[in-house]
């Protein structure tokens, strides 16, 4: 069993910059993919980014690339959200996720929701105008 719990959503003016912190407890992180998705208002939840066992690949949707940036510390246990030039589109809860990818090549990743095992509960982030 995996519990993620995620940090670091707060409001924030367009054109600012956010890291998402998201701290696993569990059995061997580096057994597991990673990965964001969010989910604005009214909306259908929508994959952000994802990254690989070893953080030597990673995924991002179109409309964040340039600009959010995933990575993963297995030694703290830690995935991050770099989010630069925010802007109120990127406005939703931010959620991490994981997948227990041992048995599948370093680097891939998962992009689809039903993909992965475990979710946190979620940071709210928003991005004022």
């Known amino acids: 069993q995996v519990r993620l719990v995620e940090s670091g959503g707060e409001l924030v003016q367009a054109g600012g910059s956010l890291r998402l912190s998201c701290a696993a407890s569990g059995p061997t992180f580096s057994n597991y993919a990673m990965g964001w998705f969010r989910q604005a208002p009214g909306k259908e939840r929508e994959f952000v980014a994802a990254?690989?066992?070893?953080?030597?690949?990673?995924y991002y949707l179109d409309s964040v690339k340039g600009r959010f940036s995933i990575s993963r510390d297995n030694a703290k246990n830690t995935v991050y959200l770099r989010m630069n030039s925010l802007k109120p589109e990127d406005t939703a809860v931010y959620y991490c996720?994981?997948?227990?990818?041992?048995?599948?090549?370093?680097?891939?990743?998962?992009?689809?929701?039903?993909?992965?095992?475990?979710w946190g509960q979620g940071t709210q982030v928003t991005v004022s105008s």
């Open positions: 990254i690989s066992l070893s953080g030597g690949n990673t």
């Open positions: 996720v994981a997948k227990n990818a041992r048995y599948y090549n370093q680097y891939t990743t998962f992009r689809r929701a039903n993909d992965y095992d475990y």
